[in-house]
């Protein structure tokens, strides 16, 4: 199975701050003949089920707003969130569907208000 | 509006079985790919089982093979997990979540809220 290992496992930022979590998989999720990356970030808040934010590594799901932002490609993922809100407080996860699937998600980074 | 919602959760002894039920609306069921993934109390998510829209693909995790049994109803609009033979490792919240078609599948655009299944003597 492909690991996902997110870092840091806890983030603290100040309101409208930038905050950034970085996403890293064991083998490339680079699909070559349609030069996708599989891979995808949620948001889960407290009692909550997971919110889709993006997929294909940077698309942002609809109604997602545009402060969250995905990058990355191949083993490498980064998800910024350009000005952080107090309604951003949650704990994120990114996941891969390369190898569907067998899909596997990140142990997660709690982000929290500095 | 798109809604999940699953039921049939609750405590069971190891070694018990349960059956837990999605109940999906506001979409056509039938096209969808379906999912369930479970979260242990304070833990992370893990994916547990897929079914194709049509049920005649299926595939599961290797920690709920030949335990668990995913199936759906298409005329009912619903998505169920048969659990068989539970451990104490088994408890967690269920979640079905719905394939994003924009992804080809790969990613969960719905979730229901979840039910909660203990495995407790």
């Known amino acids: 199975d492909i690991v996902m290992t997110q870092s840091p496992d806890s983030l603290a930022v100040s309101l409208g701050e930038r905050a950034t979590i970085n996403c890293k998989s064991s083998?490339?999720?680079?699909?070559?003949?349609?030069?996708?990356?599989?891979l995808a970030w949620y948001q889960q808040k407290p009692g909550q089920p997971p919110k889709l934010l993006i997929y294909?590594?940077?698309t942002r799901e609809s109604g997602v707003p545009d402060r969250f932002s995905g990058s990355g490609s191949g083993t490498d993922f980064t998800l910024t969130i350009s000005s952080l809100q107090a309604e951003d407080v949650a704990v994120y996860y990114c996941?891969?569907?390369?190898?569907?699937?067998?899909?596997?998600f990140g142990q997660g980074t709690r982000l929290e208000i500095k | 509006e798109v809604q999940l919602v699953e039921s049939g959760g609750g405590l069971v002894q190891p070694g018990g079985s349960l059956r837990l039920s999605c109940a999906a609306s506001?979409?056509?069921?039938?096209?969808?790919?379906m999912n369930w993934v479970r979260q242990a109390p304070g833990k992370g998510l893990e994916w547990v089982s897929y079914?194709?829209?049509?049920?005649?693909?299926?595939y599961y995790a290797d920690s709920v093979k030949g335990r668990f049994t995913i199936s759906r109803d298409n005329a009912k609009n619903s998505l169920y997990l048969q659990m068989n033979s539970l451990r104490a490792e088994d408890t967690a919240v269920y979640y079905c979540?719905?394939?994003?078609?924009?992804?080809?599948?790969?990613?969960?655009?719905?979730w229901g809220q979840g039910t909660l299944v203990t495995v407790s003597s």
């Open positions: 979540a719905r394939g994003s078609e924009e992804s080809d599948y790969g990613a969960f655009d719905y």
């Open positions: 506001g979409f056509t069921f039938s096209s969808y790919e």
């Open positions: 079914i194709s829209s049509s049920g005649s693909t299926i």
């Open positions: 083998q490339s999720v680079l699909y070559s003949s349609n030069n996708k990356n599989y």
């Open positions: 294909w590594a940077s």
């Open positions: 996941q891969q569907y390369y190898s569907t699937p067998r899909l596997t």
